[in-house]
């Protein structure tokens, strides 16, 4: 699966914004879609994701209530939608694929196999 994210700015706090990944290859519906995020001197972390073979949807604790994935299997997307953006919340924002399906696996960055190019995001204060 190869990916491509797109929807990052700068807004300032409380603002929304949307990123959208767009998936292209024959197995997309088969893969997982999530979205991390690495602000700099920090790690790789998990924000959101979109179960393939049930729907489930999984967030993390920092961004629930205020961010929202969804996928739209027709056009090969998957979305972010972030409202109440929080200066800490300024990272450049990867979408990534990955073939597993459990809570444990899907907030691990390992098991990704594909990632976009990342999209910055700086909120503002």
């Known amino acids: 699966v190869q990916l491509q994210a797109s929807g990052g700015g700068l807004v300032q706090a409380g603002d929304s914004l949307r990123l959208s990944c767009a998936a292209s290859?024959?197995?997309?519906?088969?893969?997982?879609l999530g979205w991390f995020r690495q602000a700099p001197g920090k790690q790789r972390e998990f924000v959101a994701t979109?179960?393939?073979?049930?729907?489930?949807?999984f967030y993390a604790a920092s961004v629930k209530d205020r961010f929202t994935i969804s996928r739209d299997n027709a056009k090969s997307t998957v979305y972010l939608q972030m409202n109440s953006l929080k200066p800490e919340d300024t990272a450049v924002y990867y979408c990534?694929?990955?073939?597993?399906?459990?809570?444990?696996?899907?907030?691990?960055?390992?098991?990704?196999?594909?990632w976009g190019q990342g999209t910055q995001v700086t909120v503002s204060s």
């Open positions: 990534g694929a990955s073939p597993y399906y459990t809570y444990s696996d899907l907030t691990d960055a390992i098991k990704y196999d594909s």
């Open positions: 290859g024959r197995s997309f519906r088969l893969y997982a």
């Open positions: 979109s179960n393939w073979k049930d729907s489930r949807t």
